[in-house]
Nanobody, 127 residues
Framework: QVQVVESGGGLVQPGGSLRLSCTAS????????IGWFRQAPGKEREAVSC????????YYEYIVRGRATISKDNAKNTVYLQMNNLKPEDTAVYYC????????????????????WGQGTQVTVSS
């Protein structure tokens, strides 16, 4: 079955960096869109970044532009989210999600169309 599993979260000081991993099983990445989302307590879920296979493009939400990089390793069937210059407001549970990429493009930043979600990994940015 199609599954995605997040890892790499933890406690980081402000200004530090993390690389989150989203490992896929039951499918290969070349026909899917993969998104990274986050949710903090009391706040709405928000998009961070996504990768669309159909147009071979990556997309970033405005709030993290310049600090986040999404990439993939097809051999490992893994998508990464590199986060730099982390801020306390980045504290959240980070989720990855997958959907069949029929031609999703920039709409991979929209959460509602994703079918497969991971359990999340906690990122805490604090001194």
């Amino acid at each position: 079955q199609v599954q995605v599993v997040e890892s790499g979260g933890g406690l980081v000081q402000p200004g530090g960096s993390l690389r989150l991993s989203c490992t896929a099983s039951g499918f290969t990445l070349n026909n899917y869109a993969i998104g990274w989302f986050r949710q903090a307590p009391g706040k709405e879920r928000e998009a961070v970044s996504c990768l669309s296979s159909s147009d071979s493009s990556t997309y970033y939400e405005y709030i993290v532009r310049g600090r986040a990089t999404i990439s993939k390793d097809n051999a490992k069937n893994t998508v990464y989210l590199q986060m730099n210059n982390l801020k306390p407001e980045d504290t959240a549970v980070y989720y990855c999600a997958a959907q069949w990429d029929y031609g999703v493009g920039y709409k991979c930043l929209m959460a509602d169309d994703y079918i497969h979600w991971g359990q999340g990994t906690q990122v805490t940015v604090s001194s």
